[in-house]
């Protein structure tokens, strides 16, 4: 019997954290780094703005510590930001969690960079869980001048 088809036993093996080399690979579903990667993805909410001499990326990060984010640049051109939010482990006896709403765990956003980024001009800074990460822009090229060829008579 192909358990493959059946969504029960991928959510079976995603609770049980089942190694993804135990697991069949013939299933057509995307791995769960990628899952996990999505779901950090979507969970991080940003603006991005765009100044006359620089873009600005707003995104909200309560709760987390400025040394907790990690800001870089990828190649092409790929700003990432990402990091990870854990829960306070401060458990007393007799006191138990009755609803838990907040996300817990990585959390990571990928911006494609225009062209006219100046990648060594970067700066971030967290304030009251907004982290502002400001990416100044090259200046505009010159504009090419005509080249004027003298014509010689013969």
Do not use: W
């Amino acid at each position: 019997m192909d358990f493959g088809r059946f969504p029960i036993f991928s959510i079976l093996e995603d609770m049980l954290e089942v190694p993804e080399e135990q697991t069949e690979k013939t299933r057509n579903n995307p791995s769960r780094a990628y899952m996990r990667d999505a779901k950090a993805m979507a969970a991080t909410p940003a603006d991005v703005i765009e100044h006359p001499d620089a873009y600005v990326f707003v995104v909200d990060m309560p709760g987390i510590k400025g040394d907790e984010i990690q800001v870089q640049i990828e190649s092409e051109n790929v700003l990432v930001v990402s990091g990870k939010r854990q829960r306070e482990s401060k458990e007393n006896e007799g006191v138990k969690f009755v609803r838990m709403e907040r996300r817990m765990g990585k959390f990571m956003r990928k911006f494609q960079l225009p062209e006219n980024a100046d990648l060594d001009k970067i700066s971030a800074t967290c304030h009251d869980g907004v982290l502002k990460v400001t990416v100044q822009k090259l200046p505009p090229p010159e504009p090419k001048k005509p080249k004027t060829i003298q014509v010689q008579v013969a």
